[in-house]
């Protein structure tokens, strides 16, 4: 059963809320969607699960699952929240159609007087009488909605579903599919009882499996009962297979959202049974042999759930005492199904046929389209941006950005403008155009902007000073010994004292290439009389991972006095992304060396292969639990050096952006040591546009 | 023969001196400038409302504030993802700016100034429609930066606020200071809504305006010394700004101070309050209604 739906618009006011538990949702996981869906838009790797881009997204938070859609030129959103545990297959639906009621109703209201001035309190009963037509009743509460936005407890009273009357003849045929095969004979006799026994008391509610039971503490051990562990058998199985058997039912493969398995409940308490070894043996002796009984039950179980569903809506809403409500609502709703099938039905035919024929037809269309393209006011349709999206497109692949990172900005881009007016006196293609600044505006700006020198005076402070430690990763030969010595020079310029780290063991003439560095800053910082530098280095072919510990151990100089050194530069080996075994040190490097930041350089000059680096690079840099770090991105910063080199095709910003989500922070822009800049948003957008 | 008699009759009656014709004359040279003053002025633009723009860290309360404001209790919000406006009216306790003007014995009902507020995201990735109003928005009377009380005592919360606000403090340094006639630069004062200040952890307004003023001072020194912007070097652009063009408040000071900013003709205030009071009625605006009374 839901959770919680809310109805919200884009600028934020919740316009209804129903809540069905009873210490309402916390605020923080609708936020959470916001924050990652909307506004960050976070994706997940296209290789993975087609869950993002089927049209039913669905999004994971803590224990519960988010299903939502939404009405986009009105501004409204729709959401869904439900417990994991739970594969509620009729949310889609249950959207959809509260989508089409909502919108109809207080659309043009939203519009007009945006989210202050709408008041949606009415909605209430409806709602209630939607959730009753799309639930299949399987995983029903008791009784209705527990609290709601300003919904009446009499309203809700009255909905609840038919009269006992009509009920009872279905209410046994809906029961007993909800529990698991156990003995399936025992348990959809105790089912039918149930039924018959509740509906005897009370008129309204259904009779309803107990909460308790639609949602057990931990459905593996509930769901391992029927899959019990063989008896001893011809010679005694091993204590670890024994084990693995007990275990095994854990890996049971569960259908969409870990669809959980009721146990079988009450009548008696089964006796518990010990065999020899000490293990307890759950069930009867002759349902534990049959395995393949079991499963097929559960199959049949669940298609015949399944099939039940539709059969119990279209029957239970047109009797029983809700049936004025429900039949205004049945005929809205109708309409509602019947034009989305319409729709689906003409956009079909629009994609093959043609537009107007003839010489004349196409002649005054095209006439037409000319003159609204100039004048402003155009409603846009799917072919009025096809062709402009295309040239797009083709504009950001040649300023190298990613095939991938183009797509996705055509299409965030298309569905922005789709079914919206251009202005006055702006054409097609202007409209596109600045659209398409603001997507890469968005997809450009950092959530919050790093602030190094602010991150480093606050980690060398006194209480609990330690020096800061800054790791370079990237690729063969992009720039990393260059623009760390960049960076070096910054931190000299302002004062602190740094330990460059020879983290590089493996080409030749690396660590000579950083002697030749530290040698040249030491002479700098000497005539400007700022900072020191030093270089740490423990020759060639040692470990990466321990050099890097042991120099944030002499740098933290423990136990002898003050800390040596404010910031540890470690440089790393240059590696290509695809060699597994080379990406996999990374880990081990990161666990030991804890840097505070990670920085990946990438150069301006890599084309399509930039997203592929991003991702492999990212993914490695996972900390002791399994979490990658910073907030689930894994590095901190991208530098994308050799800027200076492509003049304005700085397209690879964009596509390592779009990879992984992880800002650009530097840009490296030449060859001497204060060739280092910050990334300025609108600069990038304005050459990718020119 | 004349062609037509009519018209040569009435060409006569017109332009003779006849009283007739004078009075008509007289009444057209009258009434027809009058007719297109109307005409003019019902279809010119609505007079344009004061505008007061919300700024701030997100989860301060801005959209709360919003539905406070214009609907007089606040409703449930989440995280807003664009901007939104609404007219609001001032509240009949509330004395205004024009209440200077009016005499103690005046007794006439006053009317209640309306404004339109215009409500902001506070979401990293969406400030630049707060930043894009601050310049664009004609009639911008007033600025309200909104942020929660009890969240600034983490140190993480409070560098995001006060990067934030330097940034905006900065912007309307910039448009003073680059007014090209002093017609243009009104000065638009900032009023610090300390929110949720019901909330048991929650630090007075006062302490704040300290904290603020300290993590400024530290954010402009490490701006100051940070690395350049790619937009600044690269195009060759000459000078970059001066480097007293990128500092905030008075140049070369060792510390800031909100009094700084008068120099600008930003006046900044910090005031308490809590949007949500007991039961999801409005809670104490009071300080935050006189300070917009002030400047609408």
């Known amino acids: 059963m839901l959770d919680a739906f809310t109805i919200l618009t884009t600028s934020g006011i919740v316009l209804f809320d129903r809540s069905y538990t009873s210490p309402k949702l916390s605020p923080h996981i609708l936020n959470s969607l916001i924050n990652d869906v909307f506004i960050e838009q976070h994706r997940p790797a296209p290789s993975s699960t087609a869950s993002s881009t089927a049209p039913n997204p669905s999004f994971k938070k803590e224990k519960y699952t988010l299903r939502w859609t939404s009405a986009r030129d009105v501004g409204l959103i729709f959401v869904a929240v439900y417990q994991s545990l739970l594969g509620l297959s009729w949310v889609e639906e249950l959207l959809q159609l509260v989508k089409g009621v909502f919108v109809g109703r207080y659309g043009d209201k939203v519009k007009k007087e945006g989210g202050t001035g709408v008041d949606c309190r009415e909605f209430g009963p409806t709602f209630d009488a939607l959730v009753e037509r799309c639930d299949t009743g399987t995983t029903r509460r008791d009784g209705a909605g527990l609290s709601s936005e300003g919904g009446s407890e009499e309203g809700e009273g009255e909905l609840t579903p038919p009269s006992s009357s009509a009920s009872v003849g279905e209410g046994v045929e809906e029961e007993p599919p909800g529990l698991p095969g156990l003995g399936g004979r025992s348990v959809s006799g105790l089912g039918k009882r149930e039924v018959l026994e509740s509906t005897g008391t009370s008129a309204d509610v259904t009779p309803v499996p107990t909460p308790e039971a639609s949602r057990p503490g931990t459905p593996m051990s509930k769901s391992s009962g029927h899959l019990v562990t063989a008896k001893g058998g011809p010679g005694k199985l091993s204590r670890r297979s024994r084990k693995g058997q007990v275990t095994s039912p854990a890996s049971v493969a569960s259908s969409g959202d870990e669809a959980i398995k009721r146990t079988r409940e009450g009548g ?57 409500l429900l039949k205004d609502l049945d005929d809205e709703v109708n309409a509602i199904i019947a034009s989305s099938k ?17 010489l004349l037809g196409t002649t005054t269309s095209k006439l037409s389209g000319l003159f609204r393209n100039v004048i402003g006011g155009k409603t846009l349709t799917k072919d009025d941006l096809r062709q402009p999206l295309q040239m797009m497109e083709t504009h950001l692949i040649e300023k ?39 997507a890469l505006t968005r997809i450009l700006t950092p959530t919050s902007s ?12 006194k209480p609990d000073a330690r020096p800061y430690v800054i790791s370079i990763v990237g690729v063969n030969g992009v720039g990393k010994s260059t623009n760390l010595s960049k960076i070096a020079y910054f931190l000299l310029q302002n004062q602190l004292r740094v330990l460059v780290v020879a983290g590089d063991t493996f080409r030749s003439g690396a660590v000579e290439q950083l002697r030749v560095h530290v040698r040249n800053l030491t002479e700098l910082s000497r005539r400007e009389r700022v900072g020191s530098v030093e270089l740490f280095e423990k020759g060639y072919g040692k470990d990466a991972a321990t050099v890097a ?6 740098a933290t100089n423990s136990g002898k006095g003050e800390m040596l050194y404010d910031v540890v530069l470690i440089d790393t080996a240059g590696r290509r992304h695809n060699d597994t075994r080379l990406m996999s040190s990374l880990t081990k490097f990161g666990h030991l060396a804890n840097p505070d930041k990670i920085f990946m350089v990438g150069e301006a000059l890599v084309g399509t292969d930039s997203v592929a680096q991003a991702r492999n690079f990212a993914k490695e840099f996972v900390d002791t639990k399994g979490q990658l770090r910073n907030n689930g991105v894994g590095m901190d910063g991208f530098i994308i050096s050799k800027c200076d080199t492509v003049g304005d095709m700085v397209g690879t910003l964009v596509s390592m952006v779009h990879a992984t989500g992880i800002p650009v ?9 204060g060739d280092l800049r910050g990334l300025n948003v609108g600069w990038a957008v304005d050459k990718l546009m020119k | 023969m004349p062609p037509n008699n009519v018209t040569m009759d009435w060409a006569t009656w017109a332009f003779s001196p006849s009283p007739s014709a004078i009075i008509v004359t007289l009444l057209a040279v009258l009434l027809i400038p009058i007719l297109v003053h109307y005409i003019l002025y019902k279809t010119q633009a609505p007079r344009v409302l004061p505008t007061i723009l919300l700024v701030g860290p997100s989860g301060g309360g801005k959209t709360s504030l919003l539905t406070l404001f214009a609907t007089g209790h606040p409703s449930q919000t989440q995280t807003s993802q664009s901007p939104q406006s609404a007219i609001c009216q001032t509240p009949s306790s509330t004395s205004t700016s024009s209440d200077r003007y009016r005499s103690e014995n005046d007794t006439s009902a006053r009317d209640q100034p309306t404004f339109t507020l215009l409500d902001t995201p506070g979401h990293g990735k969406l400030r630049h429609h707060a930043l894009s109003s601050l310049n664009s928005t004609s009639a911008l009377k007033g600025l309200i930066f909104v942020l929660d009380s009890a969240a600034v005592s983490s140190a993480a919360n409070l560098t995001e606020a006060a990067e934030y606000l330097h940034d905006i403090l900065l912007l309307l340094q910039k448009r003073h200071t680059g007014a090209k006639t002093s017609k243009n630069a009104q000065p638009i004062p900032v009023l610090i809504a300390a929110n949720k200040q019901d909330v048991f952890t929650s630090l007075p307004a006062g302490l704040i305006k300290q904290r603020l003023e300290a993590e400024i001072t530290k954010v402009r020194a490490t701006r100051s010394k940070g690395l350049m912007d790619s937009g600044v070097g690269m195009e060759g652009d000459v000078g970059g700004g001066s480097e007293d063009a990128e500092w905030l408040g008075e140049f070369g000071s060792a510390a800031f101070g909100f009094e700084q900013m008068r120099e600008c003709d930003v006046e900044v205030s910090v005031v308490g309050g809590n949007v949500r009071g007991e039961g999801g009625k409005g809670g104490k605006v009071e300080g935050w209604w006189e300070w917009v009374g002030g400047v609408v």
């Open chain 1, 400 to 438: 190298n950005v990613a095939r991938e990172a183009a797509v996705r900005l055509c299409s965030s881009v298309e569905t922005d403008l789709l079914n919206q007016k251009t202005g006055s006196f702006t054409s097609i293609d202007a409209t596109i155009r600045d659209s398409m600044a603001k």
């Open chain 1, 450 to 461: 790093l602030d190094l020198l602010r991150n480093i005076t606050r980690t060398i402070e």
């Open chain 1, 549 to 554: 510990r042991d120099a944030v151990a002499f």
């Open chain 1, 342 to 358: 319409q729709q689906k039905q003409t956009s079909r035919a629009d994609t093959i046929s043609d537009g107007p024929s003839g």
């Open chain 1, 268 to 324: 008696a308490k089964a006796k518990r049974r010990w065999d020899a070894d000490g293990f307890a043996t759950e069930g009867d002796d002759d349902a534990v042999l049959d395995y393949s009984a079991a499963t097929a039950d559960n199959a049949g179980e669940e298609r015949e759930v399944e099939v039940e569903a539709v059969n119990a809506g279209d029957m239970g809403s047109r009797t029983g005492k809700g049936q004025f």
């Open chain 1, 665 to 673: 922070v530097f840009l490296g822009v030449g060859q001497h040591y």
